[in-house]
């Protein structure tokens, strides 16, 4: 027994340590089960065995089941059930054991690794932030199956319970003490003399509450009536949350309202039917692809080009308007020393005042303390002056989206950088080749595509000009990390990637609305389809006005540089309908209205001239005006993939759910053919564009590289 | 048709408040039907050895309401021991489908005489008592969509455009006819004293109603499902509704039907029965019908259920004389006025449940004594009587003066 240390003491008191061979962390992988069976036959063999403490060698508790597995998983089968059982068993029969069993937790125990916890009678965590317990599986489209969702209702009563099932809460030791989750928290050398110490004083603990006569579950049983209001308006608050897209939650709330229903070991049965049924949903494997394995891949740099790591200690940042302030902004939280930079001192301090509301808000909701407000703020120096740059490590510009003004900023400034600075420039639109042109040094130059808002939007879409040289790549993306962002590299093109998959999709919402759907059907359609917001709504925010202005900055580019370029190609109904709307005064939110008519009281209702552009009475189906809204996106990301504007599929993934919205269900957009099956994707794709235009055309050969891999982790 | 299906006679208890200030609270569930099955007994000197079954509608029969309630009541009011009881639920249905039922045993020639009708005390058996995984399944819920029913009337008032001021002046018009009606003594055929074991009157005619209300006083009141709405209800019903932008919440404890306690009882039987114990009858019934709609909104069966009557019976709208839907909502009633265009005039002539209340399985049978007493009194033929239902159930009854 290898990974299990079993140590027996004089007062008949036996230790497990749990210390898997050959890994870091303790798993629940294919050796796990056996071993617990072992050790309990062995406990049960004991004549004198007066308590049990469960323990562990590495840094962490136990981190749960093995993912690959799941993944690998594919039929919901009775050998599947079988196997689930199997591994929850030996929870049952520790919890049966007839002497008390402790956890001694000195580190994480998420997962299987609380749900053995909870499989004991009592729970001891070490007083330190990172021993952390919960039951994360629901975020990745999973219950906890080892008992964690039958007994954690069981122990904290149905309300406590939910949100740590539902949304996958983590506490830290004191939070889990006073919810309940553990019942002491001492000081890590502490844990084993505790747990000593309680086996000691209470010999006969050795029964847990629901497997005691008359046992009642805390704060009211399934028929107490207020247990029964909450259950009655749990699932519609479940579906406003999820819309019915997430089997994960639906499957575990129903779980834990039951459990309190029938008997606790039915009850367990009923929950490994569950994880049985979400282990083979795309919605289970496209979570851990994208946001397990995924994140993963881009954390540990997979996806990183090679070399020594950067950091940037001095920075400046062109323009103090929204994308400027909030940038400084993400700078200062980091740590990055930046200089603000804007023609008025007005205008610039009003950026870093950006800083100062954002950081009072924070403190205002307790989570940021005065001291850290100052340090934060510290870090940003309004300036006017292009001598307040110098020396800087990075520069970015984000000054007003206009050419001329670009070309200008950029050279003046340029003289500013360190001598092995980069540049980077937060265009949304223009290629970043051309502006590259008007720096001295090219290879230094690269498009760095923050999103709005910066602060809730972490995420960068790095963009690599002709010229850009691979070790700018890698300081860009070492940057981007070090302010605690994801990097996603994509190659010069029109739109970059996020603008022209972003347009595809309001651009589909305009269609459907000359198609004849009702405007609110149309906004309803994203909803459903998992969509932030709708089409209508998003095009309002983004307004017509400036939609109208990339579209016109790329004619003009085009003619300057006697192209033809294909931007926004498909997107005939947002060039028609946009004119339109603009010509009537409808410019956007910001130009006093647009697809709808704001209020003065905040609220807005759909504008009823919208009528005037439905060109047909064609009735769209629902499930057709969701599939266009979310296969345009999905289209369009395969081209960038199939054009070398993105290199991996996890990027297009991720950039696409964080940039965007790409409905995160799905795994992100590749992930979403992957779903559906990349020859039915084909086949639907062709469908549609046989009914509603060649925007849905896609050739043969883009979807080549799909077959040819099974899903990327990076 | 073996038989003509005879309506020998219907009573009902008056309507009260259906809470614990209600005047009707103090008395058991069992005790409004025993009641009932007394004043039947005597005032046509039945042998109720000849009843061949009791059906009583109750939505919600659990706890005191509970274990075959009306088998229960025929012991404790003294019938014979041979008479049979069953308690019906088809959600508001519960009483006009014992009623439709009796009818159509005795139309099959197979039963003789039969009672139907309903009894609810919602003061001590509140709404929602008998749990069901309709709300409190979640995996059902889910799948199904159910929301409260007031989403669904707030729905179709929002779909068909009905404004606050729409619904609450049909409430207005609903409490003006009951006051009317009530006060002219219309109801004293019907209505049977609910008295204490002293012979003490507890209560004599409703007194639910509100002559005194007014469009400022029912305008006063606050919606009573944007709460539920926001929750979440809002968004399951608008994901079935995909055109409806928003829902405008405009139904309040006004404009609803009112929360009472109360029961019915219907005597319906063949031609002989009546001929045999010297009854006579009163009208007979012409045809019955169930259907089913949309679950989630819930409430819009009353129209199709009406036409699948009409069809049956060979007859279009324009051969009703009088039209009863009962007012589970303004909205409801609204709706089944548009449906089936009936005027004004025709339309639940003497008020409804908004005024009088909706004690849930009795409701079904009051309306049947509310319109042989119209019929009667207006010396009309034919009247029409039709329900919402939950789970987009629809039912409807068209019955006749003879």
Known sequence: MSDFIYEKDADGIVTVTMDMA???????????????????????????????????????????????????????????????????????????????VVAAINGAALGGGYELCLACNHRIVADDPKAVVGLPEVTLGLLPGAGGVVRLTALLGLEKALPYLLEGKQAKPQQALSEGMVDAVVAKDELIPAARAWIKANPDSQTQPWDRKGFRYPNGDALHPRIRQTIQVSSAMLFQKTRGLLPAPEKILDIAVNSMRMSFDAALRMESRGIVALMTTPECKAAITTFFFGMQAIRSGKVRPEGPQWKASKAAVLGAGM?????????????????????????????????????????????????????????????????????????????????????????????QLADDGIYGSNTSTLPISILAESCPDPTRFIGLHFFSPVDKMKVVEIIMGEKTSAETLRRAYDYVQQIGYMPIVV????????????????????????????????????????????????????????????????????????????????????????????????GGRHYGGGFYDYASDGTKSLWPGLSQFAQGNAEVPMEDAIDRLLYRQAIETLRCLDEGVLNTEVEANLGGIFAIGFPAHTGGAIQFIRGIGVDAFNARAKALAERYGERFAIPDAAFDRLRDSAAEAA | MAETAY?????????????????????????????????????????????????????????????????????????????????????????????????????????????????????????????????????????????????????????????????DAFALESQKRAAHARDSGWFDRSVVPVKDENGITILERDDFIKPDTDMQKLGALKPSFAGPGAMGFDTVALARYPEVERINHVHTPGNSSGIVDGASLVMVGSEQAGKDLGLTPRGRVVSIALTSTDP???????????EKALAKAGLSIEDIDLVEINEAFASVALRLQRDLDVPDEKLNVVGGAIAMGHPLGATGGCLVSTMLDELERRKLKRALICMCVGGGMGIASIIERV
């Open chain 1, 323 to 415: 994308m400027g302030s909030g940038i400084a902004y993400a700078h200062a939280r980091a740590g990055l020393t930046t200089a603000l930079k804007d023609m008025e001192m007005a205008r610039a301090e009003k950026g870093k005042a950006y800083s100062q509301a954002l950081c009072d808000k924070a403190i205002k909701r307790g989570r940021m303390s005065e001291e850290a407000r100052a340090a934060l703020l510290d870090k940003i120096t309004p300036v006017t002056d292009d001598a307040a740059c110098k020396g800087a490590d990075i520069i970015i510009e984000a000054v007003f989206e206009d050419i001329d003004l670009k070309e200008t900023v950029i050279p003046e400034t340029w003289k």
């Open chain 1, 22 to 100: 050959g890994q870091s962390a303790n798993t629940m992988n294919a050796r796990f089960v056996p071993g617990m069976q072992d050790v309990i036959a062995k406990l049960r063999a004991e004549e004198d065995l007066r308590g049990v403490i469960f323990a562990s060698a590495k840094k962490t508790f136990f981190a749960g089941g093995d993912l690959n597995d799941i993944l690998a998983t594919t039929r919901a089968d009775a050998e599947t059930f079988a196997y689930i059982e199997a591994n929850k068993a030996v929870y049952r029969d520790l919890e049966r054991l007839p002497v008390p």
């Open chain 2, 296 to 306: 989630t909104i819930m409430l819009t069966g009353p129209g199709p259920a009406s």
């Open chain 1, 491 to 586: 190659n010069d093109s029109r739109g970059f990637f996020t603008s022209r998959v972003f347009g595809t999709f309001m651009d589909e919402g305009m269609q459907l609305l000359q198609d004849g759907m009702s405007p609110a059907a149309i906004e309803r359609a994203a909803w459903k389809a998992g969509m932030p917001v709708g089409p209508l709504a998003v095009s309002d925010e983004v307004s017509q006005v400036l939609s109208q202005k990339v579209r016109r900055t790329h004619e003009a580019l085009d003619a300057r540089l006697g192209v033809e370029s294909d931007f926004g190609h498909h997107n005939t109904a947002s060039a028609r309908v946009v004119d339109a709307m603009i010509a009537q005064g409808r």
């Open chain 2, 7 to 167: 309506i020998y006679d219907a009573i009902r208890t008056p309507r009260s408040k259906g809470k614990p200030d209600g005047t009707l609270h103090e008395v058991k569930p069992i005790d409004l039907v025993t009641t009932l099955l007394g004043e039947m007994q005597s005032r046509h000197d039945l042998d109720t050895a000849r009843v061949d079954d009791v059906m009583l509608g109750c939505v919600m029969p659990v706890m005191e309401q509970g274990a075959v309630l009306p088998k229960i009541a025929l012991q404790k009011a003294g019938w014979s021991d041979k008479v049979p009881g069953a308690q019906v639920n088809r959600f508001c249905a519960s009483g006009l489908d014992t009623f439709n039922t009796a009818a159509a045993k005795v139309a099959s020639g197979w039963e003789d005489l039969v009672c139907a009708g309903g009894f609810e005390s919602m003061s001590r058996v509140p709404m929602g008592a008998d749990g069901g995984p309709f709300a409190e399944d979640p995996a059902t819920a889910i799948q199904t969509g159910f929301v409260p029913q007031g989403i669904g009337a707030d729905l179709i008032a929002t779909i068909e455009g009905w404004s606050r001021d729409d619904v």
